[in-house]
C-alpha cells in the first residue's frame, strides 16, 4: 500500500491514523458515515506552478473575448493576456497579497464577463475539453498527468478504508467537477471550490453564469463551506498554502481523532521547491504538530507516468 | 410496491418512469450516477399545517429570548410570540406573499438574533432535541411521525433502484438535517435548504452562527442551489407549492427522461385541504403534463402508525 510514499513518518502517520480510526477496538474508532477526508487541491492534489491550471483556461478565454472584441486589449486585465505580459499578470497576483486588491479585482471582472449567460452544461464541456487537451508548460506533462502519484495512492486508500474523499480548494468548484471523478474518483458532488453566481432562467430551461462572484472558497470560508456541504467536521485534512489553515485547524479541533497533512514543496529536481503562500502555515503545523510531507523525502515517485495517468 | 398508494395513474406513471429509466434496454435509460430525485419537504415529505413544523422550534427560540430580556417582549416579533399573536404572525406571512416584507424580515431579524454565536453542534442538538420530542398540535401525532408514509415508500423505491434522494427545501438546511437520515433515509450530506451564513472562529475551533441570512432556498434558488450542491440536473422532482415550480420545471426540461409529482392537499379529513399557495403549481402542472397525486385520491395511508414511524 502507498507504495509512492517512502518508509518515513509521514506514511507511517498515516497508516497508523487509518489503523486507529477504522479498528472497532480502538478507542479512536470512527464509524464510516464520520470518515470524511478532505483535500486542498493546487499544490495538494496536482501541480500549482508555474500557475494554478486553472489560470491558462482563464487567460485563453479573456484572449478569445479580446479577440472578439479588438478595443478590449487596449485595457487590462485583455492587454496583458494578448502581449503576453506575464508580469503584470503576476504583480496582480503578488498585490493581491499585500492588500492591494485593484488589479485582481479588473482581472476576475474580465474574466466574469467571460461567462455571463452560459449555461452550467457548456462551460463544463469547455472547461473539461480544456482539461483534456492541454499540457503543462513546463513538466511537458497532459494537464490529468500532473496528478501527485503519492496523493492519488492516498485517496484510494482511504476511500478503500471506508472514507469519503473531498475536495475543498480556491479554484472553481465548475471547472474541477469536469475530471475529479476521473483522476480522483471523486464524485462532482464532493467538490467543494470557489464560485460563480449562477440564476435559473426560465426562458431557456436551464442554469446560466452572472457576472458575481459567489464565493471565493479560501481560508475561513474553506471549514464553512465544508461543513455547508457535508453537514459533518472532516477528521482528515490535506493542505499546502496558508489557504488551508483554517481548513487544517477545524479538521485537528474536532472532538475525536483526526490527522492534518501538509504537503511542502521541496524539490526542485522532481517539481518545484517554494515556500511563498505557505510560511504561516509552515509555522503553524511545526507549532500543532499537523504531519509535514516534504516532496523531496517523502514521495519516492511524484507523478504516475503520462499514460497511466491518462488512461 | 408502494402500498399506501391506491392503484391509480399517480403510482401508475411512477413505476412507468422507475421502469423505463432502469432498463437498460430502454431508450430511456439512466445510469445510477444520473439518477437523482429531489424532494421539496414541507408539505411534500411531512406536514406543513397550521405552519412548518419548524415555525414552532423558532417561535420558541423567541420566547425564550424574551424570557431573558424582557423588555424584547414590548416589541415585534417577540410581543406576538409571548402573547400568542398568531394573527400578527399570520398576517406576517400574508403579507410577504403580497410584496410587503418588513414584518417578515423584523421576525427573522429577531430568529437570527437567537443563533448568533452558536455553534453548529449545539443549533443541531437544540433542532434535533426539538423534533424528537415535540408533537403536532392538531394531529397529537409526535413531529417524527406527521411524515407521509407513501412519500417515505417513493423514498426507499427510487434508493432501491439506484436513485440518489435529495431534499431541496425552503425550511432550514441545518434544522432538517438533524433528522433526515432517521426518517427518510437522506444523509445530510443530501439535505439542501435555506442557511444562514456562517463563520469560521478560530478562538473556538468551530462554525458559529452569523446574524446574516446566507440564501432563502425557495423559487428559482432551489434548482440553483440542487445543481450547486450536487452538479447534476435530477431526473425526478417532487413538490406541492409555487416555490417548486422551478425546481419542477428545471426538472422537466433536462435532456433525457423526466418526472415532475406535484403532491395536491385535498384531503381535509386525513390531513389538510388547502391551495393556498399552490394556484400557480397546480397551473403549470396541468399546463406541462407534470403528475398531480390529490391526496384523498392517490394515497391509501397518509401517515404511517406513529409508534413505528419513531422507531
Chains 1, 2 share one sequence.
Not at 426562458?203 to 462572484?213: E, M, S
Not at 472532516?234 to 490527522?259: E, K, V
Request: charged share 25%; proline share 6%.
Amino acid at each position: 500500500m502507498l507504495p509512492s510514499w517512502t518508509d518515513g513518518p509521514a506514511r507511517g502517520e498515516i497508516v497508523d491514523f487509518v489503523r486507529r480510526v477504522t479498528d472497532e477496538d480502538s478507542s479512536a474508532h470512527v464509524p464510516p458515515a464520520g470518515r470524511i477526508a478532505v483535500f486542498d487541491n493546487d499544490g495538494t492534489l496536482w501541480c500549482e506552478k508555474p500557475g494554478p491550471i486553472q489560470s491558462e483556461f482563464l487567460f485563453r478565454q479573456l484572449a478569445r473575448m479580446a479577440g472578439r472584441e479588438p478595443k478590449l486589449a487596449e485595457r487590462q486585465p485583455w492587454k496583458a493576456v494578448v502581449e503576453r505580459d506575464y508580469a503584470w499578470l503576476g504583480a496582480a497576483i503578488e498585490k493581491h497579497y499585500r492588500g492591494d486588491d485593484a488589479d485582481l479585482h479588473s482581472m476576475v471582472d474580465g474574466l466574469l464577463q467571460c461567462y455571463v449567460g452560459l449555461t452550467t452544461d457548456a462551460f463544463a464541456r469547455a472547461a473539461g475539453d480544456f482539461l483534456r487537451s492541454g499540457r503543462h508548460p513546463q513538466l511537458g506533462r497532459p494537464y490529468l498527468a500532473c496528478t501527485y502519484a503519492p496523493m492519488t495512492e492516498l485517496l484510494r486508500y482511504l476511500a478503500g478504508h471506508g472514507f469519503t474523499n473531498c475536495i475543498a480548494s480556491g479554484g472553481t468548484r465548475d471547472f474541477m467537477r469536469t475530471v475529479t471523478e476521473e483522476v480522483y474518483g471523486i464524485p462532482p458532488e464532493n467538490v467543494v471550490g470557489s464560485s460563480v453566481a449562477l440564476e435559473y432562467r426560465e426562458d431557456v430551461g436551464d442554469i446560466v453564469h452572472t457576472a458575481a462572484v459567489e464565493v471565493f472558497d479560501d481560508g475561513p470560508m474553506k471549514p464553512v463551506r465544508i461543513w455547508s456541504r457535508l453537514g459533518r467536521r472532516p477528521i482528515f485534512a490535506a493542505g499546502n498554502a496558508n489557504g488551508d489553515i483554517q481548513m487544517l485547524d477545524y479538521c485537528a479541533r474536532g472532538p475525536g481523532a483526526s490527522m492534518c497533512l501538509l504537503i511542502h514543496h521541496d524539490d526542485a529536481e522532481r517539481e518545484y521547491a517554494y515556500t511563498g503562500g505557505a510560511e504561516e502555515a509552515l509555522m503553524r503545523a511545526a507549532r500543532d504538530g499537523w504531519t509535514v510531507a516534504g516532496m523531496a523525502g517523502a514521495w519516492r515517485t511524484v507523478f504516475a507516468p503520462a499514460a497511466g495517468a491518462l488512461q
